[in-house]
């Protein structure tokens, strides 16, 4: 028999609401109470459980990085190349349903709010260290940790580009940022004395 899950805290129901709301709206947009109601909890519980709307927005940026490394977890075991691939596109798909996300509140002026800035770095580092380890790079180097973080930005303007305006097939788009990976990793012994991480299977693409 399979293990029955727990139905979900009126907490983690605001979070899927928000999640929801934030994904649909820009942040000014999103009012608290109807996010309530949509949860179908009492007006006053986001303010009890996160106080504001500045509290209750960082909660769901969490909650958003929890739901992306779930949805890296039955990648692991799989060829780098094909890992690498499936968790790009997972990763496209996932805002092309929200685009809000990555086009509204990450890219308003909130990022000049320094606790929600920290939380953004928090939880684009998670993925990023996700995406590492389905490459086989479990322990980077520092200078890995400084092209990753250089390659995080590049995704990000180019993921943004992407949405927006739709130049390219998205097949291409995947390869692009496959590329770019493959290209700033292998130039780390530009940084560091020893040999770089073997990034050959990138390369190798599935029928």
Known sequence: MHERRPEPTRRELLLAAGRDAFGRMPYDEVSLSEVAQEAGVAHGLPFHYFKNKRGFFIEVVRSLADEMRIAY????????????????????????????????????????????????????????????????????????????????????????????????PRPALVEVLVAGLTSILGSVTLLEAGTGPDLSALHEQTA
């Open 73 to 168: 977890d039955d990648l692991n075991g799989l060829p780098h190349g094909e890992a690498l691939r499936a968790a790009i596109n997972r990763h496209i798909d996932y805002f092309e349903q929200r685009p809000h996300v990555l086009l509204g509140p990450i890219r308003s002026n909130l990022v000049t709010d320094s606790r929600v800035r920290d939380v953004f770095e928090e939880t684009r580092w998670d993925g990023a260290l996700a995406v590492l380890r389905l490459i086989g790079i479990d322990e980077p180097t520092e200078g890995i940790r400084l092209l990753m973080r250089s390659w995080l930005a590049f995704h990000d303007e180019l993921l943004v580009q992407w949405i927006l305006e739709r130049p390219v």
